[in-house]
């Protein structure tokens, strides 16, 4: 028997770390069907938009890319394709979401951390 997230987010939005609580909780328990929901709900586009997203950003050689939300890591590993001399972070709160995005293609120049993005572990202005 699978098991059944009990909170409510009227109960954990009132604080910042309840609101974190709930949001790693969700994304904790979604993760195993989150690529497989995601595709039906964006009508089959959310891989076209961010293919887009990605070739519509610059030409730089060798950026320091951070995705934020990474989730499973569908944009970060783009970065890290279209930016091979860079280097892509991908950040969530979820760590299930995570172990997800580690399993995919390992490329060299990517790396998936735990953090929350109201608290980023990287210094000012130290991601292009």
Request: glycine share 6%.
């Amino acid at each position: 028997m699978a098991s059944r997230f009990q909170l409510h987010s009227r109960d954990y939005l009132d604080t910042p770390e309840r609101k974190r609580f709930y949001t790693a909780g969700v994304f904790n328990l979604i993760a195993r069907e989150y690529d497989w929901v995601t595709r039906p709900l964006s009508l089959g586009r959310d891989r076209a938009w961010k293919r887009k997203l990605v070739a519509a950003l610059p030409p730089v050689p060798a950026p320091r890319c951070v995705d934020l939300a990474a989730g499973t890591g569908h944009i970060a590993r783009l970065l890290a394709q279209r930016y091979p001399a860079g280097r892509v972070v991908g950040l969530d709160l979820a760590t299930a979401m995570l172990a997800r995005a580690r399993r995919e293609v390992a490329r060299a120049n990517l790396a998936f951390v735990q953090g929350d993005m109201g608290r980023l572990p990287f210094a000012t202005a130290s991601a292009d």
